[in-house]
């Protein structure tokens, strides 16, 4: 779910079955609940995009034993609010990820010297000068692309 259609062409390029573009009216939990047998709902939903509000959308989207991983960091002090009796009987695992230690970062790394992936499709999709690097830092933020290089 996101509300790039280039984001979701990438996802879908990259193996996602299926995507909801999060626009007003979309329902997303019963979208993602519709793909599955029985609306029983997703084995695994990550959580990428910093909202709590999505956090509490994403709980609804797991099937029973259902795995959420909470990977967008939201601002310090936000709070989500959870239904205990779905967190209980549901038995679902929820934990949060930090994705920027020493290393995973050599992980990345050797993922990107090696070949194994290609630092250049389908994740560039622009370059820009350093003068730039605001610019381009913030165009993701507005749907634009996926990231930019930054050529000094």
């Given at each position: 779910?996101?509300?790039?259609?280039?984001?979701?062409?990438?996802?879908?390029?990259?193996?996602?079955?299926?995507?909801?573009?999060?626009?007003?009216?979309?329902?997303?939990?019963?979208?993602?609940?519709?793909?599955?047998?029985?609306?029983?709902?997703?084995?695994?939903?990550?959580?990428?995009?910093?909202?709590?509000?999505?956090?509490?959308?994403?709980?609804?989207?797991?099937?029973?034993?259902?795995?959420?991983?909470?990977?967008?960091?939201?601002?310090?002090?936000?709070?989500?609010?959870?239904?205990?009796?779905?967190?209980?009987?549901?038995?679902?695992?929820?934990?949060?990820i930090f994705h920027h230690t020493p290393y995973t970062?050599?992980?990345?790394?050797?993922?990107?010297?090696?070949?194994?992936?290609?630092?250049?499709?389908?994740?560039?999709?622009?370059?820009?000068?350093?003068?730039?690097?605001?610019?381009?830092?913030?165009?993701?933020?507005?749907?634009?692309?996926?990231?930019?290089?930054?050529?000094?």
């Amino acid at each position: 779910m996101d509300r790039s259609k280039d984001r979701l062409a990438v996802a879908h390029e990259l193996g996602a079955e299926e995507t909801v573009e999060a626009v007003e009216g979309v329902e997303a939990v019963e979208a993602v609940r519709g793909w599955t047998p029985e609306g029983r709902g997703a084995d695994v939903v990550i959580e990428a995009v910093r909202l709590p509000e999505l956090w509490e959308q994403v709980l609804l989207m797991a099937r029973k034993g259902g795995d959420v991983t909470l990977f967008g960091g939201a601002p310090s002090g936000t709070k989500m609010e959870v239904d205990t009796v779905r967190l209980r009987y549901s038995q679902l695992t929820i934990r949060g990820i930090f994705h920027h230690t020493p290393y995973t970062a050599q992980v990345a790394f050797e993922l990107l010297k090696s070949g194994r992936v290609d630092p250049e499709e389908p994740f560039i999709s622009g370059v820009r000068p350093l003068e730039h690097v605001l610019e381009a830092l913030q165009a993701p933020g507005r749907q634009q692309g996926i990231k930019c290089e930054i050529r000094p």
